[in-house]
């Protein structure tokens, strides 16, 4: 195992500053930092004080990783780093920390894909990825179904968001219920004590007509709308807003459409494996719904903990070490933090 | 510790404005001489230029970055995407290499070489019709600033200063405004400047400096409102 490739992960593409050490697919640090607290009072992320939280933690957050992992930056292989999408401002933090690494201490750099990051992350608990797999990546920022046939060097997208993230809509909802931001970890306690068949919700593009044109992508909009109407009717009849029902019916009707969707994907793909990953996988109503339908349809459903279903560094660095295992050459020293990074390109 | 006749090398970086700064500076007892440098002007593309750059100037003087003695970072003030890019480079190579960074006022490298013996206005562009400005007196010494503001604003404290000369981007650009002679160079961050002016610290072997950009503006957020009703 000594002889595995030695690989750090720089990850900075949100609200978190995470370093991940990992040697081959085993985890050895996984640092992070988040300036989640900066934001609450605004209600989601603001990209200049993320960037300004990167700058100041990325230095502190290394040493973090590199003690814990008990490891020296001399004895690195190779850095990756998220180069998009993300931020671009807060990407860029990230890029060009991994440049004064690797060009300080001699070393290569992976500039890198974060979805692909997310999808990768689930080898340092499973293990190799069976190829092909569908891959569902929810979070604050993205909501996608993805084809990976080789994580090395290109998915392909099947479908994603036309309107709100997954973790958007969870993040609206909560404040509509007066929960604090980052709403989903709130949502999801409120749920366990309330109705998932209180509240009829609509599930965003399954009618027959959407299934023609957005099969395999999701509409959370419209949900979050009728959360926000059914809330507001019952305020102005002065009733309470049994908040516990009104959360776990919208749980459920989020759950729902993304759990059939990515089953539908497997299926029409002939796909075996699905992996969840992104802050909504840590969702306990995702991961069981998952598990429970996936079953009736043969299908193994692999979800990292939830730890490592958020932004991270190790997500990067596990990543990175699948692609070094590939093969693939490194990045060039002038790559660019790219915001809108398509999915196709897992390695710039 | 003080070095006597040793001879250091230490890199520059200054991503503070359009032009991005990298240069290899010897640092004996009594001098500060440029040994590389590279400068590109490019305003969006300092996170693509920098490590490049970085690497070609230790490629000139063909050293390994393990012979840097120390780095010198201007701490702006500058638009803050391509300032930290400069900042997090000095901050991440001076964490490996296990030595120190300074910072220095970005400005102090444009109006303390241009001082001669008269005060001196410098200013570069800090976007949305503002300069980022500074002025020294006749030796460059900075007697007010790093301030952002309206070139107008800027210019009339330069008047009251006794200001007569104006030097950098921002002077040019603001030129009508400020109503001051220009001086043509420097036009950006000095490299050599920031390093002398950072030398006393390097030649004493002081403690490195936490690199805080002077950003000198807030970012740009307003608190979350109360939620707009759905129901007409
Ligand atoms: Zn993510």
């Given amino acids: ?348 | 510790m003080r070095l006597g006749w040793v001879i250091v090398l230490v890199l520059v970086v200054d991503s503070s404005t359009p032009a991005v700064t990298a240069a290899l500076v010897e640092v004996t007892a009594s001098a500060v001489t440029t040994r590389a440098h590279r400068c590109t002007v490019d305003a969006r593309a300092h996170g693509e230029l920098l490590a490049p750059q970085v690497d070609a100037v230790l490629g000139d003087v063909a050293a390994r970055p393990a012979e840097l003695h120390a780095i010198v970072a201007g701490l702006g003030p500058g638009p803050f995407t391509g300032l930290r890019v400069g900042l997090v480079t000095a901050a991440t190579m001076s964490q490996v290499l296990g030595i120190p960074a300074y910072g220095v006022c970005s400005l102090d490298a444009i109006g303390h070489p241009a001082a001669t013996g008269e005060p001196v206005l410098a200013a570069s562009d800090a976007r949305r019709r503002e300069i980022y400005w500074a002025v020294y007196d006749g030796a460059g010494q900075r007697l007010v600033g790093p301030e952002v503001g309206a070139p107008a604003v800027a210019a009339e404290r330069a008047r009251e200063l006794g200001v007569t000369t104006a030097v950098g981007d921002g002077a040019h650009r603001y030129a009508e405004v400020l109503g001051l002679p220009l001086r043509a160079e420097p036009r950006y961050p000095d490299a050599c400047a920031l390093a002398a002016l950072a030398a006393e610290r390097i030649r004493a072997g002081a403690p490195g400096d936490p690199l805080t950009p002077l950003y000198l503006r807030r970012p740009d957020a307003v608190a979350a409102t109360v939620r707009k009703p759905v129901l007409p």
């Fill in chain 1, 1 to 348: 195992m000594a002889d595995e490739p030695l690989i750090l992960g720089i990850e900075t593409s949100c609200d978190e500053t995470g370093v991940g050490v990992v040697r081959g697919h085993t985890l050895l640090a996984d640092a992070l930092a988040s300036s989640v607290d900066q934001h609450a009072r605004f209600g989601g992320v603001v990209p200049e004080v993320a960037s300004r939280a990167h700058l100041e933690a990325i230095v502190p957050t290394m040493e973090r990783a590199l003690t814990e992992a008990g490891v020296t930056l001399a004895d690195i292989d190779a850095i990756a780093v998220t180069a998009g999408p993300g931020l671009a401002g807060a990407l860029l933090v990230g890029v060009a920390a991994a440049k004064g690494y690797a060009v300080a201490a001699e070393k290569p750099v992976y500039g890198v894909n974060h979805l692909a990051a997310h999808v990768a992350v689930d080898t340092l608990e499973h293990g190799p990825l069976p190829e092909p797999a569908i891959a569902l990546l929810v979070s604050g920022g993205h909501s996608s179904l993805l084809l990976v046939d080789d994580l090395a060097r290109g998915v392909t997208p099947l479908g994603a968001t036309i309107d709100d993230a997954a973790g958007e809509a969870f993040d609206k909802v909560a404040r509509l219920l007066g929960l604090p931001f980052p709403g989903g970890p709130h949502i999801d306690r409120e749920a366990r004590a309330g109705d998932p068949a209180a509240i009829a919700f609509p599930r965003g593009l399954t009618a027959a007509k959407d299934l023609v044109a957005h099969r395999h992508d999701f509409s959370f909009s419209g949900l979050k709308t009728a959360v926000a109407r059914w809330v507001e009717a019952r305020e102005r009849a002065g009733e309470p807003v049994p908040i516990a029902d009104v959360a776990a019916s919208f749980q459920e009707a989020v759950c729902d459409v993304l759990v059939d969707k990515a089953l539908d994907a497997c299926r029409s793909s002939g796909v075996e494996t699905l992996v969840i990953g992104g802050g909504v996988a840590a969702n306990s109503r995702l991961r069981a719904l998952a598990e429970q339908r996936a079953a009736r349809h043969g299908i193994r459903v692999r979800v990292p903990r939830p730890g490592l279903c958020t932004d991270n560094g190790a997500m990067v660095a596990a990543l990175g070490s699948h692609l070094v295992a590939s093969g693939v050459a490194p990045s060039r020293l002038d790559l660019p933090a790219d915001s809108a990074l398509p999915l196709t390109t897992v390695s710039v």
